[in-house]
């Protein structure tokens, strides 16, 4: 499956793993994001990360299923 990237702003200084997960619509629910993250399927940054509650800041980048999401901040 070809990678689509794509940015997601957020309003607050940074944001934890499962809650851009659910925000950005990569998983349904907070439970699906904590199973998807223990399966290792989820990278940060290209490295597998394992941690529901690692927070990420703007510019990291999060891989699941083939989709890319940066963090952005959005405008004050």
């Known amino acids: ?3 689509q990237a794509r940015t997601v702003a957020i ?3 940074c944001i934890t793993l499962g ?3 659910k925000f950005a619509g990569l998983v349904q629910t907070g ?4 199973a998807r993250i ?10 597998p ?5 690692h927070k990420l800041f703007p510019g990291d980048r999060v ?3 083939g989709q890319t999401v ?7």
């Not at 223990?38 to 490295?47: D, H, L, S, T």
């Not at 990360?49 to 509650?53: D, K, N, Q, S, V």
């Open 1 to 3: 499956m070809e990678n």
């Open 11 to 13: 309003h607050t200084d």
């Open 19 to 21: 809650q851009l997960l």
């Open 31 to 34: 439970g699906e994001a904590k």
């Open 38 to 47: 223990e399966a290792g399927e989820v990278r940060v940054n290209g490295a």
């Open 49 to 53: 990360c394992a941690a529901r509650g």
């Open 63 to 65: 891989t699941l299923g």
């Open 70 to 76: 940066t963090v952005g901040k959005a405008p004050a």
